[in-house]
T-cell receptor, first 114, second 109 residues
């Protein structure tokens, strides 16, 4: 593994089904993030975690949950998928030390909810 | 809240210069980032400004004016591979990034 990986690459899901998007990083970054990207709206933060064991809500958290059991993994769960959750989902990670704290992004998961 | 504006699309010719503007109104400021995103790929970091002025990195430069809530990304000597979306993002007081919708740059031969 080099950087951030996400799985699956793409998924078509029936409405009402439960789905977990996986994210793993090997850079030992403290912070991890989940975004969704929709045409014309840009990247919007769903949930984040500043360190293992802690999580927080972003701009659009409803319908999603996360956990951070260890440094490397940050799964995103849709408990009961709805069509409005059709989007491209990006996981990202960063350090929490200055100066940049630039975020590194995974390749994304394209999710379609029918 | 955060409000970040950038043009939707720009077109330029190979070898030319293009300037992508970004204006922001945010609750707190702890830096401005520019990311590049090719179609179907992940965003990748281009530049970071936290103080006023110009930061130059090869063909790409980024400028910031905190008092005006304004930044621009300058792409010089455009190449076909520069065709991509360019995302402006502001880091607020909570150290979270808020992104603009992105500017799609098309480079024509």
């Amino acid at each position: 593994i080099a950087g951030i990986t996400q799985a699956p690459t793409s998924q078509i899901l029936a409405a009402g089904r439960r789905m977990t998007l996986r994210c793993t990083q090997d850079m030992r970054h403290n912070a991890m993030y989940w975004y969704r990207q929709d045409l014309g709206l840009g990247l919007r933060l769903i949930h984040y975690s500043n360190t293992a064991g802690t999580t927080g809500k972003g701009e659009v958290p409803d319908g999603y949950s996360v956990s951070r059991a260890n440094t490397d993994d940050f799964p995103l769960t849709l408990a009961s998928a709805v069509p409005s959750q059709t989007s491209v989902y990006f996981c990202a990670s960063s350090t929490t030390s200055e100066p940049y704290n630039e975020q590194f992004f995974g390749p994304g998961t394209r999710l379609t909810v029918l | 809240g955060q409000n970040i504006d950038q043009p939707t699309e720009m077109t330029a010719t190979e070898g030319a210069i293009v300037q992508i503007n970004c204006t922001y109104q945010t609750s707190g400021f702890n830096g401005l980032f520019w990311y590049q995103q090719h179609a179907g790929e992940a965003p990748t970091f281009l530049s970071y400004n936290v103080l006023d002025g110009l930061e130059e990195k090869g063909r790409f430069s980024s400028f910031l004016s905190r008092s005006k809530g304004y930044s621009y990304l300058l792409l010089k000597e455009l190449q076909m591979k520069d065709s991509a979306s360019y995302l402006c993002a502001v880091r607020g007081d909570d150290y979270k990034l808020s992104f603009g919708a992105g500017t799609t740059v098309t480079v024509r031969a």
